[in-house]
């Protein structure tokens, strides 16, 4: 991990084409402005975390739907 120290109005340049800039400082809280191309996806973490339970979820089917599937699965019986 990177670790930086800033003053308001510095900014951080990644990668030629994002910029993040601290906007205000306030106790303990730090305000940044973000500038990326619409390409790329910005989130906080929790709501990024949010959205990988989510994905996680949907692709990972419950026991139940597992065996509902398999039930309507014609079983051809050899001779």
């Known amino acids: 991990m990177l670790i930086l120290s800033r003053n308001k109005g510095q900014k951080i340049i990644v990668n030629d084409d994002i910029v993040i800039s601290i906007l205000d400082v306030s106790g303990d809280q730090v305000r940044i402005g973000i500038e990326a191309p619409s390409h790329i996806s910005i989130y906080r973490e929790e709501i ?17 739907q597992v065996d509902q599937l398999l039930q309507q699965i014609p079983i051809s019986k050899k001779r």
Do not use: C, F, R, W
């Open 48 to 64: 990024y975390k949010a959205i990988q339970q989510q994905n996680e979820m949907a692709a990972s089917p419950l026991n139940d």
